[in-house]
């Protein structure tokens, strides 16, 4: 993983911004190019025009998300120009990538309302006031039949079919889209419209970013260096962070909400999330990862100062503050949150004069089905005033649950009038 420099003729200042910029990376190809820009980008006082292209497929991002972009804040922090492409063009033909099916097309009306909320929620990570903020339709929508015969020209099928997306489908048979086989000649182009010094993408991007250089080349322009970033663990600390696997983290959850779940990672992978999200400098890291192994510094303490900190970058710090003083009371005290929805009891839920719990749980939107109501309680995942529920069949009368507070999980509480 490249993090460190070897060229030791560097200045000083060029070898610290290299190694900066490098750190948390996992591809910086061709190998010493972008070392070799950054020291003439400093030599000639000219910025590097540093692109990240996003399509905005789905209206919230989440932690994962915010790798690329806390990278690209990075360079903009170091003085380089954040060029922000919004894929509203290349996301109506999706991108391939990982995919072991042709992904399903996103109406225009969904790609522009996520590109709304997709710019608000990045201002979280980067200066907007200072990103070049672009959109791929402005040059992508406008291209004539035979610019997009030229631009298919410069690369074959046999160079697409080394994908490993592709030759996978390929050899099993899955059908390939002539669409998609664009979609990567589109994400080159891009970098031809906005004459990109280089371009940042998740480790899954790797074929897209080098097509790009391709494309460069056979435009006359000088290709693009590539950096690549990890792709995020989510909280279950197996799969890639994903709403689909329900291991996400997002920007715009509640403060609360949010420092429970990064309160839930496992230990391996707390040093990956200070890495990757924090912001947090070599020398921090370095002293992190040395307190854990000297045991100075206990796992459960820097979770809960990793949680305070990433809740203190997307809302405040006295809000953080009342987050980690919030999980405390609750999940280590074990007391009940200071405030909670106070909900009353539906009439329907009570047949025969008792509550069967399941039915309770669905209508209070505590769970989306009496089954699932029924798996909750048999894990261990319902509590009664502070006790478990764990038999399934249970039913109680009204009074036995007014005034009562119904936890289900970790974070969800309800008090019954």
């Known amino acids: ?83 922000l492409i919004i894929g509203d063009y290349t996301g109506k033909v999706g991108d391939p990538s990982g995919r072991s099916k042709t992904r399903p097309r996103v109406s225009d009306e969904e790609l522009a309302v996520n590109a709304v909320t997709y710019v608000e929620q990045a201002a979280k990570v980067l200066d907007m006031d200072k990103v070049e903020l672009t959109r791929n339709s402005d040059w992508l929508g406008s291209l004539r039949m035979d610019e997009v015969l030229r631009l298919t020209s410069t690369v074959t099928v046999a160079r697409m079919l080394e994908r490993d997306d592709f030759s996978i489908r390929y050899q099993a048979g899955e059908p390939i889209s002539m669409m998609e086989f664009m979609y990567p000649l589109l994400q080159g182009y891009d970098s031809v419209a906005v004459k990109a010094d280089v371009e940042l993408g998740g480790t899954d991007q790797k074929f897209n970013l080098l097509m790009g250089r391709t494309i460069m080349e056979a435009y006359g322009l000088v290709p693009q260096s590539i950096l690549t970033v990890p792709l995020l663990v989510g909280t279950d600390g197996e799969q890639k962070m994903s709403k689909s696997y329900g291991n996400y983290v997002g920007v715009s959850d509640a403060p609360n909400e949010m420092f429970g779940k990064v309160m839930s990672i496992p230990d391996t992978i707390m040093l990956t999330y200070w890495r990757l999200l924090t912001g947090a400098g070599r020398h921090e890291l370095d002293d992190i990862e040395r307190r854990l192994g000297s045991g100075e510094y206990h796992p459960a303490s820097a979770k809960r100062d990793l949680a305070e900190r990433l809740v203190a970058q997307y809302h405040s710090s006295e809000t953080a503050k009342d987050a980690r003083a919030h999980f405390d009371r609750v999940f280590r005290q074990k007391s009940d949150p200071e405030e909670m929805p106070v909900v009353s009891l539906p009439p329907q839920v009570i047949q025969n004069g008792l509550v069967w719990m399941p039915r309770l749980l669905t209508a209070l939107g505590l769970a989306s089905s009496n ?45 019954i009038e």
């Open 371 to 415: 089954a699932e109501a029924r798996r909750l309680m048999t894990q261990g995942g319902v509590r009664l005033q502070g006790e478990l529920l764990r038999d399934s069949d249970s039913e109680l009368e009204p009074g036995e649950l007014r005034g009562a507070v119904l936890q289900v999980g970790k974070r969800r509480f309800v008090k």
């Open 1 to 83: 993983m490249p993090g460190w420099v070897e060229d030791k003729d560097l200045p000083s200042e060029v070898r610290e911004d290299c190694e900066e910029l490098l750190m948390g990376s996992v591809d910086s190809l061709p190998e010493g190019e972008l070392v070799r820009q950054i020291a003439l980008a400093r030599s000639q006082k000219r910025p590097l025009r540093v692109k990240l292209g996003v399509d905005p497929t789905a209206p919230d991002i989440h932690f994962g998300h915010t790798v690329v972009l806390r990278k690209l804040a990075q360079f903009q922090a170091f003085g380089h120009i954040a060029v």
